[in-house]
T-cell receptor, first 112, second 112 residues
Framework: AQSVTQLGSHVSVSEGALVLLRCNYS??????LFWYVQYPNQGLQLLLK??????LVKGINGFEAEFKKSETSFHLTKPSAHMSDAAEYFC??????????FGTGTRLKVLA | DADVTQTPRNRITKTGKRIMLECSQT?????MYWYRQDPGLGLQLIYY???????NKGEISDGYSVSRQAQAKFSLSLESAIPNQTALYFC???????????FGEGSRLTVL
């Protein structure tokens, strides 16, 4: 069965510091992997996705994530945090069917 | 205008009342979903539909029903609302060959 684990429900970083949000998954088949961001009072929007091919995936707003099959991980990074990055981030996995499993979310706080 | 529109955005109701949340989309996608978001729990799938004649229960369908009136419209009903249905509800669509979900801005429901 699919599952997603996001380590850390709250993460705080200083403005300009590295952002690292962790996601581990389990899947019985090669998965599709996603990171979504949710700003206050808004729906989720896609940051980036991995389907096949290159394991380092670049997304919007300077974020990227690396698919590591051996570690069953898909961690999200950004070299330099900006105040506007403060939001909640969700990792999700799909076994290429209708079903998407979402993690419980990580709320990112950026300190001035 | 948003590609996926949900109405109402906010609703307060009383226990036992019937509530309908509506979703319409202009993306032309066949697949539509209703999710529920609770703090610390991520998103849980209530119902999903692959086309007008294909509607399926998700993980937490008890107490909910849906109607797919057209390719573009997918409504969620709570026949007799109860307080533990207080949550943020999201409608989403997807195009099968990309896997990405497109979300509405959410409908916040409070059941007193």
């Amino acid at each position: 069965a699919q599952s997603v684990t996001q380590l850390g429900s709250h993460v705080s970083v200083s403005e300009g510091a590295l952002v690292l949000l962790r996601c581990n998954y389990s899947s019985s088949v090669p998965p599709y992997l996603f990171w979504y961001v949710q700003y206050p009072n808004q729906g989720l929007q896609l940051l980036l996705k991995y389907t096949t091919g290159a394991t380092l995936v670049k997304g919007i707003n300077g974020f990227e994530a690396e698919f590591k099959k051996s570690e069953t991980s898909f961690h999200l990074t950004k070299p330099s945090a900006h105040m506007s990055d403060a939001a909640e981030y969700f990792c999700a996995v799909s076994e290429r069917t209708y079903k998407y499993i979402f993690g419980t979310g990580t709320r990112l706080k950026v300190l001035a | 205008d948003a590609d996926v529109t949900q109405t109402p955005r906010n609703r307060i109701t009383k226990t036992g009342k019937r509530i309908m949340l509506e979703c319409s989309q202009t993306k032309g996608h066949d697949r539509m979903y209703w999710y529920r978001q609770d703090p610390g729990l991520g998103l849980q799938l209530i119902y999903y539909s692959f086309d007008v004649k294909d509607i399926n229960k998700g993980e937490i369908s008890d107490g909910y029903s849906v109607s797919r009136q057209a390719q573009a419209k997918f409504s969620l009903s709570l026949e007799s609302a109860i307080p533990n249905q207080t949550a943020l509800y999201f409608c989403a669509t997807s195009e099968t060959n990309t896997g990405e979900l497109f979300f509405g801005e959410g409908s916040r429901l409070t059941v007193l």
